[in-house]
C-alpha cells in the first residue's frame, strides 16, 4: 500500500500522525535558474529537508531513502580551494545528506542515492536539460542549439532502471554502504546525443553549436561504479531504445 501525504514543506512544524515503512525524499529543485542561488537552495532544499528528517525521526519504521545529486562531487573549487558557489545545488545537498548522516535516531535508517541525469516518458520537455529539449525540438523539426561547445560529456539512464534501482536499495536487502551512486556509466558528448536524436527520430533539425558558455561546473558528469553490477540488477535499456521509447511516447502530445 502507497500513502500520499499532501502537507506543506515550507512549515516550521509538520504535524504527521501515521507511521509508515517507508519514506522517499524526492522533493528539491534543480531549476537551471536557480542552481546557483544559494539563497533559494537553502530555502527550497534544505530547509525543506530539515522539516522531513524531524517528520521521519518518529514515523518511519525501515528504510528512508534521500534523492541527492551527483553534483554534490563538484563543490570545492580546486583552483582556491574554497566552496564553489556556482554550484550552490551541489552545496546544499551535501549538506542535506549530512543532517541526515548525523542524525542518531534515523541514520541506520537512511540510504543516499547520489543520482545523475536519467531520461523517459513523463518528464517535463520545457526544461534545461539536454535530452528533453532535444527530443522537443526534433519533434518540432526546430534546429538544436547547444550553448556550450558539445563536448560535455553525459550519460542518460531510463527512468523505470532508476526506480528498479531505488526499490532495490531501500525495499530490499540491507547494504553495507549508505552512499550510492546511481545513473548510467556508458558517457556520451552533449553533440553526439544531439546527432543521435536526430538520427533515431528522423528529424530534419540542424545542430548549432553557441560556445558561449565558458565555465561549465560539471564538464564531465557521470558515475564511476556500474550500480546495476553492485546489485546485481539485470535489466538494460540502451540509449536508442530510451529515445524510441520517449519519442513514441512525447510524439502524442507535442
Known amino acids: 500500500r502507497v500513502d500520499y501525504l499532501n502537507v506543506d514543506l515550507s512549515k516550521k512544524k509538520l504535524v504527521v500522525h501515521s507511521k509508515f515503512d517507508y519514506f522517499f525524499h524526492f522533493a528539491n529543485n534543480s531549476n537551471n535558474e536557480q542552481y546557483n542561488d544559494l539563497?533559494?537552495?537553502?530555502?527550497?532544499?534544505?530547509?525543506?529537508?530539515?522539516?522531513?528528517?524531524?517528520?521521519?525521526?518518529?514515523?518511519?519504521?525501515?528504510?528512508?531513502?534521500?534523492?541527492?545529486?551527483?553534483?554534490?562531487?563538484?563543490?570545492?573549487?580546486?583552483?582556491?580551494?574554497?566552496?564553489?558557489?556556482?554550484?550552490?545545488?551541489?552545496?546544499?545537498?551535501?549538506?542535506?545528506?549530512?543532517?541526515?548522516?548525523?542524525?542518531?535516531?534515523?541514520?541506520?535508517?537512511?540510504?543516499?542515492?547520489?543520482?545523475?541525469?536519467?531520461?523517459?516518458?513523463?518528464?517535463?520537455?520545457?526544461?534545461?536539460?539536454?535530452?528533453?529539449?532535444?527530443?522537443?525540438?526534433?519533434?518540432?523539426?526546430?534546429?538544436?542549439?547547444i550553448k556550450g561547445d558539445g563536448k560535455t560529456i553525459r550519460s542518460y539512464m531510463y527512468a523505470s532502471i532508476l526506480i528498479s534501482i531505488i526499490l532495490n536499495l531501500t525495499c530490499g536487502k540491507n547494504h553495507r554502504k549508505k552512499e550510492f551512486d546511481i545513473g548510467s556509466n556508458k558517457k556520451i558528448s552533449i553533440l553526439d546525443l544531439a546527432k543521435k536524436i536526430i538520427s533515431v527520430s528522423k528529424s530534419k533539425s540542424k545542430i548549432v553549436i553557441d560556445n558561449k558558455i565558458k565555465k561549465e561546473i560539471k564538464?564531465?558528469?557521470?558515475?564511476?561504479?556500474?550500480?546495476?553490477?553492485?546489485?546485481?540488477?539485470k535489466k538494460n535499456i540502451s540509449l536508442n531504445t530510451a529515445i524510441i521509447k520517449?519519442?513514441?511516447?512525447?510524439?502524442?502530445?507535442?
Do not use: W
Not at 58 to 73: C, L, P
Not at 121 to 140: E, R, S
Not at 219 to 233: H, T, V
Open 39 to 145: 539563497k533559494n537552495q537553502i530555502y527550497s532544499n534544505f530547509y525543506y529537508t530539515k522539516n522531513i528528517i524531524k517528520v521521519c525521526e518518529n514515523n518511519i519504521n525501515k528504510k528512508i531513502f534521500f534523492s541527492s545529486s551527483g553534483a554534490v562531487y563538484k563543490i570545492i573549487d580546486q583552483e582556491n580551494n574554497t566552496l564553489n558557489f556556482d554550484n550552490s545545488y551541489g552545496i546544499i545537498k551535501k549538506f542535506s545528506e549530512k543532517l541526515f548522516l548525523e542524525n542518531k535516531k534515523i541514520n541506520k535508517k537512511i540510504i543516499i542515492g547520489r543520482l545523475y541525469t536519467f531520461c523517459g516518458p513523463l518528464m517535463p520537455l520545457n526544461t534545461h536539460f539536454a535530452f528533453n529539449d532535444f527530443l522537443k525540438l526534433t519533434l518540432l523539426n526546430k534546429n538544436i542549439k
Open 219 to 233: 564538464k564531465i558528469y557521470l558515475p564511476n561504479s556500474n550500480i546495476c553490477k553492485m546489485i546485481n540488477l
Open 246 to 254: 520517449s519519442l513514441e511516447y512525447y510524439k502524442k502530445i507535442i
